[in-house]
């Protein structure tokens, strides 16, 4: 069946704009962060040995598979809830100080985009829809990551945790993307991989949206989502879908 694009003005439930956090939704997570996350215990811990394997061990992280565990307290956490697992390792460091060395620098983190992305990204934003990015991370790497992956043109507004509106699951970094793109709660679609970004979305009174493309199973996502769907590949059809 082919599917004619419909503009937001025509849609049922005028659906205006779609929010999407950052991590496991536009970008693989594994393939993303667990290179990174290596070579940072790494590099923090001088090395590989007892302390770097305590480190990963408290990141929920496995070095041998380089994979993050699905209970990882930092795949939907915000930087304090990685100052909390760290800190107690590096008594010596401050908070600032082990954040910088988290720090995704540009030169040394490589975002893996979900297959897909810049064309989800190029048919949305084509039919009228505003795009925005919710996340946990800093805004400021945010908009570096959606720059490596050559999307950043296509959101009018990115949201992190250090932005003023407190991170996820409050409600509070949706409803704060919904009024930089000027577009009422009801009007917006939080789309994300994680409990953290469904939770966040029906709080702020949105509809939600779960992929596949995080850690999170899709039984663990469906009683918090609107639809789960494999990957953000998916939204387009599934939003004409609802017009028929």
């Not at 005028?14 to 070579?39: E, N, R, V």
Request: aromatic share 6%.
């Amino acid at each position: 069946m082919s599917l004619i694009p419909m503009t937001p003005q025509q849609t049922p439930s005028a659906i205006s704009a779609i929010l999407f956090d950052k991590d496991g939704t536009l970008m693989d997570f594994q393939g993303s962060w667990g290179p990174w996350a290596q070579g940072v215990i790494l590099e923090i811990c001088g090395g590989p040995g007892e302390k770097a394997e305590a480190v990963a061990l408290a990141m929920g992280f496995d070095m041998a598979q380089v994979r993050f565990h699905p209970d990882s307290a930092l795949i939907a956490g915000t930087p304090e809830d990685v100052l909390e697992v760290l800190q107690p390792h590096f008594p010596q460091l401050t908070p600032q100080q082990i954040l910088a060395r988290l720090d995704a620098d540009p030169d040394r983190f490589l975002p893996m985009p979900v297959p897909g992305l810049g064309n989800i990204c190029a048919a949305l934003t084509q039919a009228g829809y505003a795009l925005a990015v919710v996340t946990n991370d800093f805004e400021a790497s945010a908009h570096d990551h959606l720059r490596q992956m050559d999307v950043l043109a296509h959101f009018s507004a990115v949201v992190g945790y250090d932005s003023g509106y407190g991170g996820k699951p409050a409600p509070g970094p949706c409803l704060g993307a919904a009024e930089r793109l000027g577009v009422a709660p009801s009007g917006c679609v939080m789309v994300g991989d994680s409990l953290h970004d469904l939770v966040a979305g029906r709080a702020a009174g949105m509809m939600t949206v779960a992929v596949l493309t995080g850690v999170a199973q899709a039984h663990e996502l469906a009683p918090h989502a609107d639809v789960v769907l494999d990957s953000v590949a998916d939204l387009f059809d599934w939003l004409c879908h609802r017009q028929i």
